[in-house]
């Protein structure tokens, strides 16, 4: 989806915020994806109503695994633009990836009303409609996607699938073979189509093609395992039965495991927050701790981590913290303030001066960014720059009285 | 033209109502109450209640009594709701009794079960509460003394049965429990942290909620002495750890002669509790494939119930789930695990019912056990579903097929309700079984037998040497070219119990040939020919020691 939108984008944008856009676009190109994330964020700063800022910056962290932040640059793209086909599709998808079914039936609903010809966008619809027990709503959505592409993988799929739950087996079976033909290396289409089997008692062809999805990439699902222990039952193999079932409830512990830490690391970070506001920043840093051992990939709970460790003083471990929510969500203008913060009060001026400087072009509208850059600043001897950075601030927010002192004693020291 | 007249008369006469709401004609006016109808902020409020058809003081005349809850914003005192016991008059009327019994308690009630602890001959009661759970002891004059054990503890007790699981000729006591529950600390729809369902927000629970324990207590009674001890961890039955325990069904899925337990489980894998002749159990659930549904997930088991459906002389299970999901139907493989067979079997046609109480029951007297669902909602202000829902009945047309007959059943099947609780049994001893529903904060519901008369004959055992309910007698009667088997059973359904009389259906037969009875302890007991068309008690060791037709 790139390069059209970037294009689209410097035509459509005003020639400041398009430098911005052609920055993110170069770093792009580079395959420096951080910076490029900066420059986008930047350029939606600067043109808010800019729609293909949000997509890219979407594209990118959906690239990089942060289905989080995807998801909300698409969310803040369907703000400016409801309709638009590509958030809509990719913001259902997203939303279907995380098992949230019913937050993208209102997208699917829309996306199928302005683009009523795309297969993808029904059968997608469809499986939302199956998840909620729709089933004549599903059943209607799968046929329409295969009238209109009727070598459909997920329609096929789907369909059959919802065919054989149904118990109309007979009709469900040449679906899923037809899908399985479609696609042979993925693995759904064998497990759909080896429980369809089973259901049937055809337990010999269900197993082959159950072990087939185990092979393909099924080999992590506990429901493979499941229904080739179905498979095994039904040919008599007590002994491969057995087998299947743990590891069918091994994985299932596995999954449930990982569940459980995410679910207590939400719990140790609700408690943090008390014992913050009780003040006790000891036991909540604690706490934070153990809900990243939990959660490591969390960029929220490091930042948190970072900014507690920063109360606390303890400015390497903020440091290592900030740095660390950055390289997971480098657009985050936050992020990088607090670790311009930790860099200032560790006298690491240049660092501090760098870091400061991306939250002011991430964040353009926030009076402490600028200030705390005026501060870094004035230490390094650049006085003009920092009654210039401080000047912003107090515009800003013009009540602040710390601002409005800054910027008087930079005045002053400069005469 | 006149063909058609003809055709219209016929095709209506066959399809004339064969169950008949009669609850306010016989007197059941009371209301059950379970929290806020408009609105449950905490699932404590959802379950609803247990019902019981039982005979308390051995007139021949089953008598029902029903359990509440309350409000969490409490009554007036000396308003409190309270558990009510109706004595049955005979004449298809039951009278209040519950004062005079001594069973008059307020509290946030449950279950219920009944089974002869002290083989005195007399239905004692077991009520689980959230709060602490009450054994009463039946007198035999009418009335009936607590005899809870001092060390009960205060739990969410949900679904119960008395079971000898030991053999030792004693009744022994299974509870489920459902979530420890903290109110205090469990959010509200209307508070800071919702929980949502399809977009809107909810009462929480159970995910996220701390589960439950389930509890055995052996039964050490001595002679005018009711005791129980909890064996729970030394039975193996806490093995697999805290679960949200609802419905319990006790069967002999292998027949080895020793009762196992299953038990419905929500949002979690269920348990099946094999017997393993020491006094101890071993979880067997997933290997048996009744932990889970057909593809592998964890569903939220409701109501559970056991029988012979297929004729092959083995146990098969059902059980209810939430909405968006199918009950389960298990086929017994006789080698100790069971085959899904929910939608082959044709109970897989809808996903808009939230099932709880389930049971097998011949309404027809074909022989073949049917199937009746209770359902209702546990979000009464929902935008996305019925609050209210109907009942279910499946026939089952006696080779592994059911069809659903609720619409031919009439009315008070068809009637919507948020319903729970569900016992079966013969309150007008006609050979006809009827159907008793709890509905969340409405009077109960009596639905009539009064399909055409097939034959039937109905078995009361009485244990001498096991215990005197005879809790777990298989009982196998031929007749025809055909076995039925059926075992007696406290608990079951959700949160009820039922006629612990057995009732076989015969279709066109007028006689039994012959009647095995595999009593708990091990001991078989043949007998026959038998007559159709009566109540008939078969004692321990002493043959049939009494007979009566059924009533017309």
Redesign the interface.
């Known amino acids: 989806m790139t390069f059209p939108v970037i294009l689209l984008a410097l035509t459509q944008t005003s020639p400041a915020c398009g430098k911005s856009f052609a920055t993110g676009m170069e770093d792009y190109r580079r395959q420096d994806f951080t910076k490029a994330l900066i420059a986008f964020r930047a350029a939606s700063q600067c043109d808010p109503r800019l729609v293909q800022a949000h997509l890219v910056i979407a594209n990118i962290y959906a690239e990089r695994g942060n289905d989080g932040e995807a998801l909300a640059a698409l969310l803040q793209a369907l703000q400016i633009e409801p309709a638009n086909l590509l958030a809509l599709r990719a913001a259902s998808n997203l939303y279907l990836k995380a098992g949230l079914h019913m937050k993208a039936l209102p997208l699917l609903e829309t996306l199928v009303r302005t683009d009523p010809k795309a297969a993808d966008a029904h059968a997608d619809l469809a499986s939302v409609y199956a998840a909620s027990g729709n089933r004549e709503g599903a059943e209607k959505s799968f046929r329409r996607a295969l009238e209109l592409q009727p070598d459909y993988f997920p329609a096929l799929a789907g369909l059959g699938n919802l065919l054989a739950r149904a118990g109309d087996d007979s009709a469900a079976l040449p679906l899923l073979r037809q899908a399985g033909k479609l696609q042979p290396a993925a693995w759904e289409g064998h497990f759909l189509l080896g429980s369809a089997l089973n259901r049937l008692g055809q337990f010999a062809e269900a197993q082959a093609e159950l072990e087939q999805a185990g092979k393909l990439g099924g080999k992590a699902e506990p429901q493979v395992f499941y229904q080739l222990a179905r498979s095994w039952g039904g040919l008599g193999n007590a002994a491969e039965r057995k087998q299947a079932l743990a590891t069918f409830s091994t994985l299932t512990k596995q999954e449930k495991e990982s569940e459980e830490r995410r679910r207590q690391a939400a719990a140790w970070v609700d408690e943090a927050r008390k014992l913050v506001q009780a003040g006790q920043l000891e036991e909540a840093a604690r706490l934070l701790e153990l809900a990243r051992e939990a959660s490591p990939g969390d960029a929220t709970l490091l930042f948190r981590l970072a900014g507690l460790n920063f109360d606390l003083h303890r400015l390497d471990a903020a440091r290592e913290y900030a740095q660390a929510a950055i390289s997971i969500s480098p657009a985050t203008w936050l992020y990088h303030y607090l670790l311009g913060l930790v860099e200032r009060d560790a006298k690491h001026l240049s660092d501090a001066l760098a870091s400061l400087e991306t939250a002011a072009s991430l964040q353009s509208t926030e009076g402490p960014v600028f200030n705390a850059l005026g501060e870094v600043l004035l230490e390094q001897g650049q006085s003009q720059a920092a009654i210039s950075a401080f000047e912003k601030a107090v515009n800003l927010a013009p009540d602040d009285a710390t601002f409005r002192q800054n910027l008087t004693q930079a005045k002053r020291s400069q005469k | 033209m006149r063909l058609v007249f003809v055709l219209a008369f016929t095709a209506s006469a066959a399809t004339a109502p064969f169950f008949t709401e009669e609850a306010l004609r016989a007197g059941l006016k009371d209301v059950f109450i379970c929290g806020d109808d408009r609105q449950k902020n905490y699932i404590v409020e959802t379950l609803g209640t247990g019902v019981a058809f039982f005979d308390f003081d051995n007139d021949g005349l089953l008598d029902i009594f029903a359990v509440t809850a309350s409000k969490l914003e409490g009554f007036p005192s000396g308003s409190e709701p309270t558990n009510h016991l109706y004595r049955n008059k005979g004449d298809r009327t039951f009278e209040d009794v519950t004062a005079r019994a001594d069973l008059a308690k307020a509290g946030w009630g449950q279950g219920v079960c009944t089974g002869d602890v002290d083989n005195d001959g007399f239905e004692d009661i077991y009520v689980t509460y959230w709060g602490q759970d009450v054994l009463y002891r039946n007198r035999g004059n009418g009335t009936f003394e607590n005899v809870t054990p001092p060390n009960i503890g205060s739990r969410w007790g949900t679904g119960c049965a008395f079971v000898d699981y030991d053999r030792d000729g004693k009744l022994d006591l299974i509870v489920a429990n459902y979530v420890d529950f903290d109110l205090k600390n469990t959010p509200r729809p209307d508070g800071p942290k919702p929980c949502q369902w399809?977009?809107e927000k909810v009462m929480c629970g159970p995910q996220?909620l701390k589960p439950g324990l389930n509890r055995l207590w052996h039964n050490d009674s001595t002679a005018g002495t009711v005791r129980f001890t909890e064996v729970s961890a030394k039975a193996g039955i806490e093995a697999p750890g805290p679960r949200y325990g609802l419905s319990v069904t006790t069967l002999d899925y292998d027949r080895d002669g020793w009762p196992d337990i299953y038990i419905a489980i929500d949002s979690q894998a269920s348990l099946l509790y094999h017997n393993k002749h020491d006094g101890t159990f071993e979880e067997t659930a997933?290997?048996s494939?009744v932990a889970?549904s057909?593809?592998?997930?964890e569903q939220a088991g409701m109501g559970t119930a056991a029988a012979d459906y297929d004729g092959d002389g083995w146990p098969d299970l059902v059980k209810t789930n939430f909405?968006?999901d199918l009950p389960n139907l298990y086929r017994n493989?006789r080698d100790g695990?069971f085959?899904e067979s929910t939608?082959?079997a044709?109970l897989?046609?809808s996903?808009?019912f939230l099932g709880w109480g389930a049971a097998f029951v011949d309404y027809d007297s074909d022989g073949w056990p049917d199937i009746f669902m209770v359902n209702g909602h546990v979000y009464p202000g929902m935008k996305s579903g019925e609050y209210r829902q109907r009942r279910i009945l499946y026939r089952n047309g006696g080779a592994g097929r059911f069809a659903d007959v609720s619409a031919e059943a009439g009315p008070g099947v068809m009637e919507k309700s948020s319903a729970r609780g569900l016992a079966v049994g013969d309150y007008d001893n006609d050979g006809r079984p009827d159907l008793l529903v709890s509905n969340m904060n409405e009077r109960l519901s009596l639905l009539h037998n009064t399909h055409a008369r097939g034959h039937a004959i109905t078995l009361r055992l009485v244990g001498q040497k096991t215990n005197r309910s005879a809790i777990g007698a298989v009982v196998r009667v031929k007749a025809g070219n055909r076995v039925r088997s059926q075992e007696v059973r406290s608990g079951s359904t959700f949160l009820s119990q039922s006629d612990l009389r057995l009732h076989f259906g015969l279709a066109g037969q007028q006689q039994v040939e012959s009647v095995e009875i595999a009593w708990p302890g091990g001991a078989v007991e043949k007998l026959g020919p038998l007559a159709a068309d009566q109540i008939v008690t078969l004692t321990e060791g002493r043959g049939v020691t009494s007979r009566r037709s059924f009533s017309r």
């Open positions: 399809k977009n996220g997933l290997e494939g889970l057909e593809d592998g997930r909405i968006d493989n695990t085959a939608v082959q044709g897989g046609k996903l808009r």
